[in-house]
């Protein structure tokens, strides 16, 4: 690596968003920035007041003012190219040569980074963020203009490194094309809160807490969790959802919960895990996740996941180990699992709460991930040429295979 740089591109960045891929950014940047590696985070944002420089523990951030989101293209054309335009331009000059780009989803966003690894022939990585219907290739496939197919054609044959965080999207790589030597397979990561934590939070639960904790949005299937709840309350079952985020959902749902529902609103939190410690199980009805940060964040604190069979769920739950696997995403078929859960006996409760939290500090923790992506950076053969024939030979096998 350059002088122990990395280059870190996102798609967006606090304040402009919360998801999970701002919160998976700014703890690998800080990870890495332990291990000695300067950090420059570049991120587009609509913000005004926003500092478009910012000095932090790991390095820098440095963003773009633009008047939509650059992934957005369509009518929003122009932020896109402006966005494209600026990154290869800010990153321009002999310091930035070499200097390793590693770019958070595979989306229009990821044109501009890209353009910029290849001008300072510097290893290019990209970590897609969903498989199967949450497909980013599929996305950039399916937009309404030829760029978005140029764009995904461009980042498959020239991007050194994808970074696959499920099986699934491994194995979709590989049908595109791409060579094995091209794809390193990891998890996502998490900060691990204490164990004293876990240990303290572990003997207030009272088996009742359900919890949903990521963006309120139609595509997350909250309304089946809601669904599923407030059947099991009028059912005279005691339980508690807590819906953690903001989102349309919020605004559409909240309104109609009467005095006494089992339902209640957190909206925006900045530290979710005191809304993790306070609950015992974690649900998730969302079809279309890469690898879910808010289930691996659940997992982390012990909060046992109730969560359906998406991309990258089976890698990390074991179905009745250390939580439950949910075949359909619907509300009955919820209700049916939290019916299950509530019938755990609490040594059996303490016993899945600590299989999560294993798993959690064994596979997926950031120091752990942020070696991984060290190692990944790594493996880019330091010559570009030689780095170019790798595309070539997968374009090649693609080819044949059609």
């Known amino acids: 690596m350059a002088d122990r740089s990395l280059v870190l591109a996102v798609a967006t960045y606090f304040p402009d968003s919360y998801g999970g891929a701002e919160r998976q950014a700014r703890i690998l940047a800080e990870a890495l920035g332990r291990r000695g590696v300067t950090v420059t985070l570049v991120a587009p944002t609509l913000s005004r007041d926003v500092p478009l420089e910012e000095w932090t523990g790991f390095g820098r951030i440095v963003r773009k003012r633009v008047a939509a989101w650059p992934n957005l ?112 397979e990891f998890p996502n990561g998490v900060a691990l809160p204490p164990l004293d934590d876990l240990h303290r939070a572990m003997a207030k639960r009272d088996g009742l807490g359900f919890i949903y904790a990521a963006r309120l949005h139609p595509d997350k299937n909250v309304d089946v969790l809601y669904q599923a709840a407030t059947a099991l309350a009028a059912a005279g079952v005691t339980l508690r959802l807590r819906l953690v985020g903001d989102g349309p959902e919020k605004d559409r749902l909240a309104p109609r919960e009467p005095a006494g529902s089992p339902v209640t609103f957190a909206g925006f939190v900045a530290d979710v895990y005191p809304e993790l410690q306070a609950s015992d199980f974690f649900v998730c009805a969302s079809q279309r996740e890469g690898q879910s940060n808010a289930l691996l964040e659940a997992m982390s604190a ?9 991309s990258g769920v089976a890698e990390v739950v074991a179905h009745g180990g250390n939580g439950f696997i949910v075949d359909a995403a619907t509300p009955d078929a919820f209700a049916e699992a939290m019916r299950r859960a509530l019938a755990l006996s609490p040594a059996r409760r303490r016993e899945m709460s600590l299989a999560a939290r294993g798993f959690a500090q064994d596979n997926i923790g950031i120091d752990a991930i942020a070696e991984r992506t060290l190692a990944a950076i790594a493996s880019v053969p330091p010559d570009p040429q030689a780095r170019a024939s790798l595309p070539v030979r997968s374009r090649l096998i693609e080819e044949r295979g059609a």
Do not use: C, M
């Open 302 to 310: 012990g909060v046992i996941p109730i969560v359906f069979r998406a």
């Open 73 to 184: 293209g369509g009518r929003n054309i122009l932020s896109f190219l402006a966005w494209s335009l600026w990154v290869p331009w800010r990153l321009r000059g002999p310091e930035w040569r070499g200097v390793p780009v590693y770019v958070f989803h595979a989306r229009l966003h990821a044109l501009g980074p890209a353009l910029a690894a290849w001008r300072n022939a510097s290893p290019l990585l990209v970590k897609l963020g969903g498989g199967g219907e949450a497909s980013e290739f599929a996305a950039l496939r399916g937009k309404k203009f030829l760029y978005g197919r140029l764009v995904e054609r461009l980042l498959r044959w020239r991007v050194d490194v994808f970074v696959a965080n499920s099986k699934q999207i491994a194995t979709e790589l590989r049908t595109l094309g791409v060579a094995p030597a091209r794809i390193a």
